[in-house]
């Protein structure tokens, strides 16, 4: 093992002690992925980023928990629905966070574009 991946290796068990010392002490943990991010393909980090916690100590139970009901706390959801959230309503669709009145307005202003241009 070299010096860096030495390095990289301790910095991991830090992290995964401050991951874990921070649920403890009752903050909210969820799962996330860095999809998108160069030569990463999507949805793999997501599950690594699961085995990662279990690595760090949490039980099963509790990684699934973190990956569902944290996630869901989280992002203010009730019952599966967006909570309006100081004016503003976010809606999740196939997994991506939009707002909602802006992607209204996108909507709008296509559907004007593909009337004006079919006349």
């Not at 793999?44 to 569902?68: C, K, M, S, W």
Request: charged share 25%; proline share 3%.
């Amino acid at each position: 093992m070299s010096r860096r991946q030495r390095a990289l290796a301790l910095r991991l068990v830090f992290t995964m002690a401050a991951v874990r010392d921070f649920a403890r002490m009752g903050g909210l943990v969820g799962c996330g992925e860095d999809a998108g991010f160069i030569y990463m393909a999507y949805g793999f980090t997501y599950l690594r980023e699961l085995e990662l916690q279990q690595e760090a100590g949490f039980h099963p139970i509790d990684v699934i928990q973190n990956a569902t009901g944290n996630n869901a706390r989280i992002l203010d959801l009730k019952d599966g629905r967006p909570v309006m959230r100081g004016g503003v309503q976010w809606t999740i669709k196939d997994g991506f966070v939009y707002s909602a009145p802006a992607l209204l307005e996108d909507v709008k202003t296509m559907v004007a574009k593909a009337r004006a241009a079919k006349g």
